[in-house]
């Protein structure tokens, strides 16, 4: 019988504990044990019988936001709800969907995940936050379809973040990643880690609820009988 030396998960254990201490020292905000492992009171937020995680990492350009209408709507209304996550670093990262105007202007949010306007300009404001038919370009180049299709810019209002919570969604960002992301801001040259992060969390956008760890709320999510589907 092989043996497994139990070290190698010590190892891991005190590098994550040793990066939590880490953002602490920056003076980002980290979750306890503790307040992981309670919090779960999203779960109630989340209404009707067919209840599905849409992981949802990146921004994709909002294409999981519209998954999230596609899957919202094939249900009677007030049967079916959704929670879905923001989270990631790096350009791709969603996490810029969690947060308000004023956070786009102030770091050049738009700039950063590539995403522009018509007329070629960054977006200084959270376009996710505000579609318009007029955005339905966005969708559009990430899909690869025309973005003169009438229906996709009919349909980019209904999947708004506040059109999608209105319809039964809970949207969760990772404070995990949010501390990562402030580190990234600072070496962007956005400001101090520790300013940036105060910056942020008084800016969630209302209803979006900052949870300790996306995987734990995927976990917790599956034990609550949710369906996972992954964006």
């Not at 590539?114 to 200084?124: F, H, R, S, V």
């Not at 955005?135 to 973005?147: D, K, N």
């Amino acid at each position: 019988m092989r043996s497994v030396h139990p070290s190698p998960r010590r190892g891991f254990l005190a590098r994550m504990f040793g990066a939590a201490a880490a953002l602490t020292t920056a003076g980002v905000a980290v979750p306890s044990r503790a307040e992981a492992q309670a919090d779960t009171g999203w779960i109630t937020e989340v209404p009707g019988k067919a209840r599905c995680f849409f992981d949802c990492p990146q921004h994709a350009n909002g294409v999981g936001l519209l998954h999230i209408l596609n899957y919202l709507g094939a249900y009677p209304a007030g049967q079916a709800g959704v929670a879905s996550s923001f989270y990631g670093v790096g350009p791709a990262s969603s996490l810029a969907l969690g947060f308000s105007d004023a956070m786009w202007a102030r770091y050049g949010l738009g700039e950063l995940l590539g995403l522009k306007d018509a007329a070629g300009k960054p977006y200084t404001r959270n376009v996710f936050a505000s579609l318009t038919k007029d955005e339905a370009h966005i969708v559009a180049a990430r899909m690869g379809i025309p973005a003169t299709i009438a229906m996709l810019g009919q349909a980019a209002p209904a999947f708004s973040i506040p059109s999608l919570q209105k319809m039964g969604t809970k949207f969760l960002i990772c404070n995990n990643a949010l501390g990562l992301w402030t580190l990234e801001l600072e070496a962007r040259g956005k400001g101090a880690a520790a300013a940036i992060d105060k910056d942020l969390r008084a800016n969630v956008l209302p209803g979006v609820t900052i949870v300790p760890a996306m995987v734990q709320a995927i976990e917790q999510a599956h034990a609550a009988g949710f369906s996972y589907n992954r964006q």
